[in-house]
């Protein structure tokens, strides 16, 4: 069986943090469309929040130049957001993956770094995330109508 896409925005905003809000309020517009609650479309904006940020912050290591693309897929059964710079990639020669955790068992609150929460949080609040490093960073975030 396949999956028809209904609808596909594109949006390219730049790497500035003052355009995050416009991220997210496109989200919430789209999300709501889609007949998600309240509580999920707050999930939702927190993940692509998180997302932006991440590409403001690393990817142009907060330059004043830099493209960050959005890209809304509505399907039949699910919301895709794709979340994706042409910046750097991890400088520490670190390679992304869906499993990294920010942290290890014996790391409590009063010991955790500030940061490092993005990727967590993305994929604590969305069904399926899939990370591609290939001429900077792409996150795509699957969120599914059937699973609130």
């Known amino acids: 069986m396949t999956i028809k896409k209904i609808d596909c925005i594109e949006m390219k905003i730049p790497a500035k943090s003052e355009y995050i809000s416009l991220g997210r309020l496109t989200l919430s517009s789209i999300a709501n469309q889609c007949g998600f609650s309240y509580e999920i ?9 998180e997302a932006i940020t991440n590409a403001v912050t690393h990817a142009y290591q907060n330059s004043e130049e830099g493209i960050i693309e959005i890209i809304f897929s509505r399907y039949e059964d699910r919301l ?66 059937d699973k609130e």
Do not use: H
């Open 41 to 49: 479309i707050e999930d939702l904006k927190i993940a692509i929040s």
């Open 80 to 145: 895709g957001i794709r979340v994706k710079d042409e910046g750097v990639t991890p400088s520490d020669g670190v390679k992304l993956s869906s499993d990294r955790k920010p942290y290890t068992a014996d790391v409590t609150a009063d010991t955790l770094e500030v940061g490092g929460l993005g990727l967590f949080l993305i994929q604590a609040l969305m069904d399926d995330v899939v990370l591609k490093e290939e001429n900077g960073v792409e996150i795509e975030m699957i969120k599914y109508f």
